[in-house]
């Protein structure tokens, strides 16, 4: 299973300090010669290590404004969380239209694909819950879905199998771009503004399709600077355009924050995590089958939800608080103009057709009788192994270097107190030897003693 | 004459009324039992039936100890105690049948589900019971 990623490692300042691999939640990562290494087969681009890099040499690979000039017309998708790094006198139509004088001719929002989004999703989980299911899982966050197929692939179908917001989205903008401008699909450049690189991960290796809808995702710190001078310069004309266009409803914008996408699934039995650790802490329990008075589980890499993004840019707090903003104004609007909110209820959406595939990184071996034997082994080198999970080895604990020399990647002396234990055996038997040489001397020295002695 | 297999062995002890640790020997078991790459529903159905028992261990029985020995093809869970036993097995296993106390209740164990859920997951299971003297349950789960 080769997927691309888009975090990747900056081996100029990568300085081998071990904050990145303690934190990583796969421990995809190891320090080799000084420098970290990610596994691609463990990665799930979750973000991690790029906040805690403080020598940032962790970053997401994205794609940047200069790939708009590869087509004739482009369209930019507002991730729900993009309108939150934007505080008063910013409005959603604002934010909007500032995003479209970045470099777009047109825009449109990811929040109307959550809206639809949960309408099947609603109607499919009360269906599937009939049938004993229970719970299910939310699959809009790509970093969930790569964690459940690699650590929990009993889970796979719990997950709500519908392509997320961001393709639901990217189609319909595409359909109305290829209407209005009559171009062919290749030249209508699609981009999706977000703020993690498993988005764009998503994009290049879509989850559960062969081909995504969207082109481009280009970083939420990277177009933050473009829309907020626009949003200064913003005149009046270009807001009132917004007037005759659909907006997407307060329970579409909502899912920027954790909880969001639950409240609109019509059930009270959920429950929402967020955060990776978190997470991974939540579905072991669901897969030990001691959740099973959960309807369904909104599950978030991101502590906060998408607002707390590793590529946002305001603090996810004051995010929380303003995105709260966005959505009473969402409401307010629904209830004056309700004509201004996007039919949600008139599109289709069909569920996934491909099941998804379980990753086998963590597997020791695919043979059993192997298998059993790296474990045995990789238990007595863990037991003989310091047990501080220092990381100095490279390794994020003692159990992982245990892994790591089974696995045939790393020797015991890679574990420094080993290495000392070592250089200590062999500065006994060094000093064991020097004495036996100066025994030998002081015998030679005799033996020339008693020669000068005969000769005298 | 037959080459010896190499098996696993992984053994715990269980504290009594323990609840802050609940379930630490099935979790431990469960990772072992992944890593090793068994099939991911082998695991589940493991991992479910030992929790249960550990759990039984530690609260019906103040401890006990497990062992698991993970063969190629099978694995054996052995959860023994030295608590009061089971006077009448088949009231045991009856679903919904519980004598646990209200502080286990009230930590939302003690719904009487436990025995028939391990019978449910695992290929056999046996309880051997005295009285006064203690209870060991073994279950074997196949792989295939
Ligand atoms: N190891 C044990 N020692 C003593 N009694 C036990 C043990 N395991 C189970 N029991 C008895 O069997 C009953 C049913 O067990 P179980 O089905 O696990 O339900 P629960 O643990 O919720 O009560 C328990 O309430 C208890 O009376
Ligand atoms: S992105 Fe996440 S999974 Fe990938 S190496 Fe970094 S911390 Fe590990
Ligand atoms: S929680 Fe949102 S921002 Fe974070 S990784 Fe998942 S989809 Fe991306
Ligand atoms: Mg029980």
Redesign the interface.
Known sequence: MSIHHSVQLNRSLCVGCTNCIKRCPTEAIRVRNGKAKIADERCIDCGECIRACPHHAKSAVMDEFSALDQYAYTVALAAPSLYAQFGTPATRVMVLAALGNAGFDDVFEVAVGAEIFSRHASIWLHDALKKGKRPLISSACPVVVRLIQMKYPNLIDHLLPFDAPMEISARLAREQAREKTGLPDEQIGVFFISPCPAKRTAVVSPISSDNSYVDGVIAVSEAYPLILARLEKLESHQVASFANRHLAGSSGVRWGYSGGEALSLDTERYLAVDGIHNVIAILEEVENERLKDIDFIEANSCTGGCIGGPLTVANRFSGKSRQRGYIMAARDLARKHPGAIYPAGQVQIDPWKKELEPNEALKLDKDIFKALQKYEQMEKITADLPGLDCGACGAPDCEALAEDIVRGEASETFCIFKLKERLRLVAAQMSELEQEMNRHLEDDEEESDEAGEAVQ | MRMA????KLSFQIRGSDFVNA?EA??NT?K?L?????N??V??RA??AM?EAELNAMIHAGGGQADVE?F??HVVIQIADRGPGIPDVDLAMQAGWSTAPDIAREMGFGAGMGLPNIKKHADDMRIETIVGQGTTITIHIL?A
């Open positions: 297999v190499q098996t696993v379930g099935s979790s469960k072992a992944s890593r090793i790459g068994l991911p529903s695991v589940k991992a479910i929790y993970i190629p093809d792989f």
